[in-house]
Nanobody, 115 residues
Framework: QVQLVESGGGLVQPGGSLRLSCVAS????????MSWYRQAPGKERELVAT????????NYADSVKGRFTISRDNAKNTLYLQTNSLKPEDTAVYFC????????WGKGTLVTVSS
């Protein structure tokens, strides 16, 4: 049974940083393109970053480019999102999933950026 468990969110001041983690079970993340998504209050879920299985190519949404970094530890079957220079508009619940969102969604981790 596939399970995705996100963690690492919290309350942070503008300009701060958080490292989000996503532990996968029942699924090998190294075999697939993996992504982080986020959903802000009252908005649709959006794609934030993707890391591909071949060559570790990474893509980012324009809104986070230069501030966020996606990575993975295949030995730990864990996906990461390093978020730096956070802005209030980054406030959202963050989810991980295979690119395209075809796995069952986890509960996500809430990131709140506020002074």
């Amino acid at each position: 049974q596939v399970q995705l468990v996100e963690s690492g969110g919290g309350l942070v001041q503008p300009g701060g940083s958080l490292r989000l983690s996503c532990v996968a079970s029942g699924f090998t993340i190294s075999s697939y393109a993996m992504s982080w998504y986020r959903q802000a209050p009252g908005k649709e879920r959006e794609l934030v970053a993707t890391i591909y299985s071949v060559g570790s190519i990474r893509n980012y949404a324009d809104s986070v480019k230069g501030r966020f970094t996606i990575s993975r530890d295949n030995a730990k079957n864990t996906l990461y999102l390093q978020t730096n220079s956070l802005k209030p508009e980054d406030t959202a619940v963050y989810f991980c999933n295979a690119n395209g969102g075809w796995l069952r969604w986890g509960k996500g981790t809430l990131v709140t950026v506020s002074s």
